[in-house]
């Protein structure tokens, strides 16, 4: 987006911290918001990034950090020296600093978590997985006794700024720690200073327990519009907050993820290599390396219908015409199947498809592909008719589309609902399975049609 | 998600409206929240919703019908009588209640902003069209002048509740209403009364103008973390604010909008025929009018390729078993095209494709098209020659593959990048025009081979 400008910028602070000029570079940067800075470290060294970091001051460096992607971050701080680490983790919001530590070495990890001040706070979040709610989760909110007056809220609010002071609820919890109400920064405004915070306090709120998924987190907060949403543990213990920011970069991390697979690209979760960034900037080889496992599992399905027609080549030498619409069948067998499984993937995602009404979803899209297939068959036929002349390959062209379609259809919702059902993630494994099994039926039905139809064939 | 719970309860509330017994049917719906409330709607037809909205006091009528899918809420409002319309129009968020007025009968809008209490407010929402930045603002907010005493705008907060209070930012402006600053109301309570907002306002903000696409606001609030984005006319003045969570409900019509278009599923984006729940769920033939045009586009591809058959009729009549490898070499130009049109579709959303670097992403394609072809090319030529006991094939199989792959790779990039030059969604365009060369090229290539290497052909 704001590409032009930021090549300019980066080839001014190299040159100058290549003169030596540190200080001059480091002013370009400054005056920027954290996530301009952190795109144009991004495009830095990590040599460079070091040499620069020097001479920004430490909280600064620290909100740079906690917008680079995780990748460039672990790799920062490994370059770091330790003590200036260390201030920088200090200054860190705890959720990005446990993020950070959980991406690094373990013995620089374990160093840093000795050093640092709060380092139970950190601590406590590192036990989650990166990927769960409590992996999400922040421990910098304002959480009161629901006895507290709101004047005393007040005075703690004001002498204890937060790092990130974007979460705008306050929470009431009992003498077992338990959440029992969420308060409006603008509502303990409207109260009397001396109220209790729980008749402030909204006692009917959406929470999620720490063991959850992250999307499910994301779903939440976005279901119910909500800001921040309160992590309990079993006994609803307060335990953290997760905030709308991270939860919109979970949902584009799922979103990125759900489109790459539903294109046949693998990543795995830990691995993150198929960010978006990465495919269209990163190492060649690492492009091989997420695209080649799904090419080579289709291209088994490739070859296995060549075997197929391996079978029929007496009826192909007889009448080679035949080959002229291997294309087209499975042409459409392939697309109208991919249609289908992006359909299940994104209503699936979005909890608009339930696994458990099984029947139901596959009898809607055999409907659907039945309809999709008399017409498609029609046209197809007539126009493989019109261009041989011959309306027996058209009939023969006419009834394998549509069988082929109708099936590979059903065949996209049917596939992912199972592999959900053997506890594999759909995204992942529908689109090959499912080119294998079109490729290969495609050929068995065309072929059948042949048969059956073309006088002289077998 | 809570489908089960949901099933048991519409069952509840239907069989209590059928009797007649509507205050208990809606007692079933009183104690749920919102986003909850407005999912059991939308499973009861109009009539069933009209009668159950009486019996439910008028703000949380305005709750639900904001939580509506938009399609819902139109024919939900013009199925009420339009003094309850009125009423409820008045109780909703400005945006919310703009949004609903701009999709139902034109000649029912009218009447009702001519009824409306605060109708210049939404009537100055409603010029902007549905998906810009303007079309997602609301104008319910603190605003202020900048040498507005904290302790004033205090009063002003006080006694002024907002239909929305989840906007934690003050605002300031300026004598020509332009906007100077922006506060969060967490600095307001640490400073002191006296002190003018704009000493505690952040004169430098993010801030996006009202014909800005939507998608643009939401990338924006994403990238800075914001929980809101200020909306500015070209005079800077401030003309409204979009909350986070508008914002994240236009990133997931944005992703599946682009899920879909990239499986070949059109959606006119006036029409949103094709929702997640739509294809889903929704009448069938709908599912066949938005999948249909991909497929028959495509089908000229598959027809085409056999045209290029036709043309090596001869070749074919002499070795047969070159149609063995037609299906393996269509299937691999067809899957690493589509993975790469899949990986630029979502770099160009994520802002990380830059159309201007045309050269520099195309070249890093063909790189990574050269290296999956030569690998796929190698394992499948040595496949077809093992099995045909026959290298010549084998050679002819894995050239084309080379060739299909390497060229379906970069073509994945190329034909996005000029059909977004010509200022057509690359999303919908790319993959039939992308399939339809690909069929095509790939036969040219396969044949081109096969009568290059293979004695007694031509």
């Known amino acids: 987006m704001t590409e032009e400008r930021n090549i300019e910028r980066i080839k001014a602070i190299r040159q100058l911290l290549d003169e030596g000029r540190r200080a001059e570079a480091a002013e370009l940067i400054v005056p920027l918001l954290p996530p301009d800075q952190a795109e144009i470290f ?7 990034q070091t040499r620069l970091l020097k001479f920004i001051e430490v909280g600064e460096a620290a909100n740079i950090i906690e917008f680079l992607d995780d990748d460039d971050a672990a790799s920062l701080a ?25 991406d690094i070495d373990p013995k620089l990890r374990q160093q840093s978590l000795d050093r640092m001040t709060d380092s139970e706070e950190v601590q406590s979040l590192l036990q989650y997985p990166d990927d769960s709610a409590g992996g999400l989760m922040t421990s910098d909110y304002y959480v009161f006794h629901q006895e507290t007056r709101v004047g005393k809220a007040f005075d703690a609010i004001r002498q204890q700024p937060l790092q990130d002071e974007e979460i705008p ?41 720490a063991t959850a998924d992250q999307e499910v987190a994301a779903q939440l907060l976005s279901k119910y519009d909500l800001l921040a949403l309160p992590v309990l543990d079993e006994n609803e213990r307060l335990l953290g907050v997760i905030t709308v920011d ?5 949902l584009e991390e799922e979103a990125t993820e759900d489109f790459y697979k539903s294109a046949g690209i693998l990543s795995p979760r830990d691995q993150q290599t198929a960010k978006s960034d990465l495919m269209v900037r990163g190492p060649i080889w690492k492009s091989w390396m997420v695209r080649l496992p799904f090419l080579l599992l289709t291209m088994i399905g490739g070859l296995l219908a060549g075997g197929v027609i391996g079978i029929y ?44 009404s099984f029947a139901k979803h596959i009898l809607r899209e055999v409907a ?50 199972i592999i959900n059902k053997l506890n594999i993630d759909p995204a992942v494994a529908s689109e090959p399975v499912i080119t294998t099994i079109n490729d290969f039926t495609g050929m068995l039905i065309y072929f059948f049609f042949a048969s059956l139809f073309i006088a002289g064939l077998s």
Chains 1, 2 share one sequence.
């Open 78 to 102: 490994e370059h770091l020296d330790i003590k200036v680490l260390i201030r920088v983790l200090n200054e860190m919001e705890p959720d990005e600093a446990a993020d950070l530590l959980g």
């Open 313 to 356: 080549e007496e009826a192909l030498e007889t009448i080679v015409i035949l080959a002229f619409f291997i294309p087209v069948v499975m042409n459409m067998g392939g697309n109208s199947g991919t249609q289908s499984v992006g359909i299940f993937i994104r209503g699936y995602v979005l909890g608009h498809i339930d696994p458990k």
């Open 246 to 250: 991270d939860a919109i970069e979970a």
């Open 42 to 48: 991004e495009e830095l060294s990590v040599e460079e």
């Open 368 to 417: 659907v592909g039945l309809g999709l297939g008399i017409i498609l068959g029609f046209v197809a036929g007539l126009m493989a008719g019109l261009w041989q002349g011959d309306f027996q390959i058209g009939l023969v062209v006419g009834l394998s589309l549509l069988c082929t379609v109708t099936l590979a259809t059903a065949l996209g919702f049917l596939v992912p609902l």
């Open 169 to 209: 609820y306050i929470y009431a919890i009992d003498d077992q720690e338990r959440l029992t109400g969420i308060a409006r920064l603008a509502d303990l405004i409207r109260a009397h200073p001396e109220q209790p915070l729980q008749t402030v306090a909204d006692p009917q709120f959406v929470s999620i327990e």
